[in-house]
């Protein structure tokens, strides 16, 4: 055979392979197009796909105003027309996936993957993740936590420091999101990894800047269909000033582990956790276990690299969505001061006006719990999780999603969906008294397996900052209507701004 023959054949091999794909890709397109037809949402339009109902508060107005439509069936969000994502807001179709374990979106791992690298426990799967939950578990764990509690109380007076100044013009109405936000990145900063930043009176400076920076930037690229490829977005402006600010943010954390490092040097997880830190720490902390632990045959059991990802993990999820939800528990409770005395009181009860709240008491306050728990089930912190359809799904409305479909766990609209709760807009915290809540109905940290690892930590986080705030100040109706605003967390376009006056006032 000729070489002018082989070439041929060689051609018609890749023509007819491109043609084979180019046609099963055609029709996995237009089934999945015909099932979310059948879906409740905007009107599709070429190629924009629901884009254009989508306002500047990302797909904030657009669910809000699908969330009353046919609360059966699911959303359909098309960020063009070929690119579409499917919200589920009933307790049962969430629960089928789940059971099913599908992994995560690849469209959370193109967002998020530079920054938070693809070995981030948020964004493994199988295997890979199942290992790296197992390794980080003992970080979570109730004896860990428990050693944290005075650290939190620590950060939390510096809070209370803060509040103290704008309880000085009592009338004036606050925008409280910032200083939750520099309130729980100090506190991750000092539990996870024993570093003080002094984040909450330096602003200004570089890496809590970049910090800042890194979710608007990460929101903005998913606005862009067109960002939403890598090779276009790669030659954006944009994307050179993402790349720059990722360096600083990784440099910054190598830093940190680096130090670290030196200081661990031929000292085991035995030692550490018995106390015998040479440079006098009181943590047994997350950095700790990240460079200490070992595998089966003695070697440390995670690389440099997904060191880092698990440090920057911690860092995004562990301040950005605690921030969040205690932003909107603070607005909760200024509209029902009712709600705001009886935790006051509980709080009063259990600690006086003065001793600090340790592990054991915070696990007292069933009311105050019950009021966190409302406040993140009408404004959930963390808006959507995203997986990826490995087989076919068939809906609880009848419609069936092809394999290869993105669907979301959509927290805010299930949380809101008048076929799961009763009076879904009011913030009624006794219903969390008063009956036994579905896993799959109520998922601020997602559900499952894969639920948050670091819940656990959040919710004291929450307990202890109520617990030094209420006993000194009151939030006041400032008469303010949060525009809310889709983000990597649940926003407010124009702040979330209440009164703090002091308690005697």
Not at 302 to 323: N, V
Request: aromatic residues 8%.
């Amino acid at each position: 055979m000729t070489t002018g023959a082989v070439a041929e054949l060689v051609l018609v091999a890749v023509t007819t392979a491109l043609a084979v794909w180019l046609v099963r890709a055609v029709v996995r397109w237009w089934r999945l197009r015909e099932a979310v037809k059948q879906l409740a949402g905007g009107k599709m339009q070429f190629p924009y796909g629901t884009m254009k109902e989508h306002t500047s508060n990302g797909s904030m107005d657009y669910a809000i105003k699908y969330c009353d439509v046919d609360p059966i069936k699911p959303i359909r969000y098309c960020v063009s027309s070929f690119m579409t994502i499917v919200a589920l807001r009933r307790p049962q179709d969430i629960k089928n996936v789940v059971l099913r374990d599908e992994p995560k979106s690849k469209m959370a791992q193109n967002l998020l993957g530079d920054w938070l690298g693809l070995k981030s426990i948020l964004l493994l799967n199988g295997p890979k993740w199942k290992s790296m939950r197992h390794m980080l578990n003992p970080a979570f764990s109730r004896a860990v936590i428990e050693d944290y509690i005075p650290t939190m109380v620590e950060s939390a007076e510096e809070l209370a420091a803060k509040f103290e100044q704008h309880a000085r013009t009592p009338e004036e109405a606050v925008d409280v999101t910032q200083d939750f936000s520099l309130f729980t990145l100090d506190t991750v900063c000092r539990c996870a990894f024993s570093f003080k930043s002094d984040v909450q009176h330096s602003r200004n400076d570089q890496f809590t800047q970049d910090f800042f920076e890194m979710g608007p930037e990460t929101v903005q690229r998913f606005r862009n269909p067109l960002h939403l490829l890598g090779p276009i977005y790669n030659l954006t402006s944009a994307a050179q000033r993402h790349r720059q600010r990722i360096h600083r943010l990784h440099t910054h954390a190598a830093q940190i582990i680096e130090q670290r490092r030196k200081e661990l040097d031929g000292m085991s997880i035995e030692d550490v956790t018995t106390h015998k830190r040479p440079s006098g720490r009181a943590l047994f902390d997350f950095l700790d276990i990240c460079l200490l632990s070992r595998d089966k045959d003695g070697n440390p059991a995670l690389t440099d690299e997904e060191i880092r990802s698990q440090c920057d993990t911690f860092l995004f999820a562990g301040h950005d969505t605690t921030a969040t939800a205690l932003t909107w528990l603070t607005f909760c409770l200024a509209k029902h001061p009712e709600c705001q005395e009886r935790c006051r009181e509980e709080i009063f009860d259990l600690l006086g006006p003065d001793a600090a709240p340790t592990f054991t008491n915070l696990a007292k306050l069933p009311y105050t719990t019950a009021c966190i728990k409302e406040a993140m089930r009408l404004y959930s912190p963390v808006i959507a999780v995203h997986r990826q359809l490995k087989s076919p799904l068939m809906l609880e409305c009848g419609v069936q999603l092809p394999a290869g479909t993105t669907v979301a766990f959509s927290i805010f609209m299930l949380h809101r969906n008048p076929t799961v709760w009763e009076d879904p807009l009011q913030y009624n915290p006794d219903r969390f008294l008063d009956m036994t809540v579905d896993a799959f109905a109520f998922m601020p940290f997602s559900t499952g397996r894969r639920n948050c690892i670091g819940n656990n930590f959040a919710m004291h986080e929450i307990r202890v900052a109520m617990c030094q705030l209420l006993r000194r100040f009151k939030f006041v109706d400032a008469e303010h209507e949060p525009a809310l605003q889709s983000a990597l967390v649940l926003r407010s376009a124009n702040g979330v701004k209440v009164k703090i006056q002091p308690l005697d006032s």
